[in-house]
């Protein structure tokens, strides 16, 4: 029986890079020695990346089907010490490809995650990793959510979370994720914003073992230069988010001009920065910090971490996939893991 934590990691669209990137974190080193990684996914697709591609398959198998799942959740319950595999199988045919978008892959990467939540729920697994999925196949599939931060808010039932990216070089968190630029002013409530506030400083806490330096990124540019751009955002809607978690003795400033708040300088006095929307926060971090970034979600009941790209299609299934952010998010997570209680403080 093992004393390293169980990380669930999920396979990703079978399509993407996902299985490849799987199969070489069950090889590295640092993986090994630090957790017990089980992957959640279908064994067959994972035995052929692993013969197309010539990368050893390093894991034992259990089976784990909708109506027979007892097995395999025994053998997690026993906290084995060697990698598995879940092999979940799905209605998936043979009409899908490595590299396309098809819904029945979308479909299978919802169904892999969807078991790893509930293995998580139900406290059979410290964490959960997740490697990439296709938005447009789970569109396809007629899945109801846009990526995985919401599919996790949803099936743990949390009513607070927010969608972090983490890194050593920069860090933020966002107040909405996958909504058009058009919606974005529409999700801005001070409300929302307060709570990422909190959650940012719980989370980062929790991570770093200290109380973390906030900055929060106007909505446009300069700030709005005091009404000048945009209708007021700053003054109405962020600003008093920003002073009530002060008053909660959250150190916290801004808002801040987004072209200047992700400078060296900044970045040097603050310990994460709350972005009003997506790429306000990830071309930054995805510039600074591609390969070790980690996407992780705050106010879950479980853990959950994940790579901080896509499923690449281009490279799907080639041999070049670079699995460092997958090793840097089962790190997280494992570290995660080790520091106790995923229950948010509060302020």
């Not at 692993?50 to 109506?67: E, Q, R, Y």
């Amino acid at each position: 029986m093992s004393d390293k934590p169980i990380i669930a990691i999920t396979m990703g669209d079978p399509a993407g890079i996902g299985p490849e990137i799987c199969l070489r974190a069950l090889l590295a080193a640092e993986v090994d020695q630090t957790c017990v990684p089980i992957v959640f996914g279908d064994v067959d697709v994972l035995r052929k990346c692993s013969n197309l591609l010539g990368i050893p398959f390093k894991a034992a198998v259990a089976p784990m089907t909708p109506d027979t799942p007892e097995h395999a959740l025994n053998l997690i319950k026993n906290r084995p010490n060697n990698p598995l595999v879940l092999n979940i199988k799905t209605e998936m045919g043979a009409d899908w490809t490595p590299g396309g978008v098809n819904a029945e892959t979308g479909r299978a990467s919802y169904t892999y995650i969807q078991r790893a939540i509930d293995a998580a729920l139900e406290g059979h697994v410290d964490a959960v990793t997740t490697a990439p999925i296709h938005k447009e196949a789970l569109s396809m599939a007629g899945i109801p959510y846009p990526g995985h931060t919401e599919m996790f808010a949803a099936r743990s039932h949390s009513e607070r979370w927010c969608m972090m990216q983490y890194s050593e070089i920069l860090t933020c968190t966002f107040v909405t994720v996958h909504v058009g630029y058009a919606e974005v002013v529409s999700h801005l409530t001070t409300e929302r914003i307060l709570e990422v506030i909190e959650l940012s400083a719980e989370g980062l806490e929790r991570i770093r073992g200290q109380r973390p330096r906030i900055a929060v990124c106007g909505l446009n540019p300069h700030a709005g230069e005091h009404g000048l751009f945009g209708n007021r955002e700053e003054e109405e809607i962020i600003l008093p988010a920003i002073q009530k978690a002060q008053e909660k003795g959250i150190e916290v400033e801004g808002p801040l001009p987004p072209d200047t708040a992700f400078l060296p300088g900044k970045r040097k006095t603050c310990d994460v920065i709350v972005c009003m929307y997506h790429d306000q926060g990830h071309i930054p971090v995805k510039a600074l910090a591609f390969d070790s970034a980690v996407n992780t979600t705050l106010g879950l009941p479980i853990i959950r971490t994940s790579v901080d790209h896509g499923t690449a299609l281009d490279i799907a299934w080639k041999g070049v996939a670079n699995e460092s952010s997958l090793i840097s998010a089962i790190e997280l997570a494992t570290r995660l893991a080790g520091s106790g209680s995923t229950k948010p403080k509060h302020y």
